[in-house]
T-cell receptor
């Protein structure tokens, strides 16, 4: 089955700096890679996603890159703000099951 | 516009008891997913439904876990003879269509926090 690894588990950045979270996956059949943000005590919410036929996708301060050959994808948050503080989960899907990483706790220090 | 709802929000039970967790997906969503989130851990995929059908039950942790969905809507996750290691937050998500991809975003419910004493 699919194995998704996510790093780092915790990340602290100064407000305004960039944050990068990296994930690797094992199943070359995975073709859809969403990222979820989970604020404390709240449910996960989709923030950005990418399909395997695209190498990069950007939405304002958030971008995701995908390297199919190396089987890794990354989340980039620029100009971080305190409200970006949350746990971020990557996931990989073949279209049936979804496999999530173990999460990255991001703290943005004002 | 109601989102995904789950009940109960919290459940405390004694070891060995059975529990039933309920998920009400967004109306019209054909796909429904159950996940388990242990403290400080990621989301563990349990099972998905395409309509009322669950093609793959291999993600369920043991035969004490079962799930059903009726009428293409409400789903229940049942845990029999609960154990302390079952303690976790159980999250349900629904999606307009089955399969990952654009326009198939998963919308999560608030979860049920299960504590087995």
């Amino acid at each position: 089955g699919e194995n998704v690894e996510q790093h780092p588990s915790t990340l602290s950045v100064q407000e305004g700096d960039s944050a990068v979270i990296k994930c690797t996956y094992s199943d070359s059949a995975s073709n859809y890679f969403p990222w979820y943000k989970q604020e404390l005590g709240k449910r996960p919410q989709l923030i950005i996603d990418i399909r395997s036929n695209v190498g990069e996708k950007k939405d304002q301060r958030i971008a995701v890159t995908l390297n199919k050959t190396a089987k890794h994808f990354s989340l980039h948050i620029t100009e971080t703000q305190p409200e970006d503080s949350a746990v971020y989960f990557c996931a990989a899907s073949t279209g049936n099951q979804f496999y999530f990483g173990t999460g990255t706790s991001l703290t943005v220090i004002p | 516009g109601a989102g995904v709802s789950q009940s109960p929000s919290n459940k405390v039970t004694e070891k060995g008891k059975d529990v039933e967790l309920r998920c009400d997906p967004i109306s019209g969503h054909t796909a429904l997913y159950w996940y388990r989130q242990s403290l400080g851990q990621g989301l563990e995929f349990l099972i998905y439904f395409q309509g009322n059908s669950a093609p793959d039950k291999s993600g369920l942790p043991s035969d004490r876990f079962s799930a059903e969905r009726t009428g293409g809507s409400v789903s229940t996750l049942t845990i029999q003879r609960t154990q302390q290691e079952d303690s976790a937050v159980y999250l349900c998500a629904s999606s307009p269509r089955f399969g990952g991809g654009p326009y198939n975003e998963q919308f999560f419910g608030p979860g049920t926090r299960l504590t087995v004493l």
